[in-house]
C-alpha cells in the first residue's frame, strides 16, 4: 500500500510563488519516475512536471522556465516550485509516482492539492 501526500497548495497572487510537496509513505520505496499534474476545471489532466530516479527532468512547455521539480535524497519525496504564477496555473495539483512491484508496473496518484492564482 502506498501513499502519496500533497501539502503548498493555497491561494497566490499573479506573479507569486508556491511550493508543492509530495510525500510518500508506505511498502514502496524505489519509485521511478516521480512527478506533478494538474486538472483545471471543465479541463482534462495534464502533465507539469516529472523527475526520474536518475534526477532526469521533464517540464510542460506551459511551465518551462517557471518550475523546478526535485526529489529529496531518499526519493521519497518531491517538490515542485512555480515562479511567475498566472491564473491559468489554477488547477487541482496531482502527485504522480510509478515503480515496479514484483512484475508489475504500479501507478500511484495522491489526492490533489489546489491552486488558485488571482489575477
Known amino acids: 500500500q502506498v501513499q502519496l501526500v500533497e501539502s503548498g497548495g493555497g491561494l497566490v497572487q499573479a506573479g507569486g510563488s508556491l511550493k508543492l510537496y509530495c510525500a510518500a509513505s508506505?511498502?514502496?520505496?524505489?519509485?521511478?519516475?516521480m512527478g506533478w499534474y494538474r486538472q483545471a476545471p471543465g479541463k482534462q489532466r495534464e502533465l507539469v512536471a516529472t523527475?526520474?530516479?536518475?534526477?532526469?527532468?521533464n517540464y510542460a512547455d506551459s511551465v518551462k522556465g517557471r518550475a523546478t521539480i526535485s526529489r529529496d535524497n531518499a526519493k521519497i519525496t518531491v517538490i515542485l516550485q512555480m515562479n511567475s504564477l498566472k491564473p491559468e496555473d489554477t488547477a487541482v495539483y496531482y502527485c504522480?509516482?510509478?515503480?515496479?512491484?514484483?512484475?508489475?508496473?504500479?501507478?500511484?496518484w495522491g489526492r490533489g492539492t489546489q491552486v488558485t492564482v488571482s489575477s
Open positions: 523527475i526520474t530516479w536518475s534526477d532526469m527532468t
Open positions: 504522480n509516482a510509478n515503480a515496479v512491484v514484483g512484475l508489475k508496473w504500479e501507478d500511484y
Open positions: 508506505g511498502s514502496v520505496r524505489n519509485f521511478n519516475t
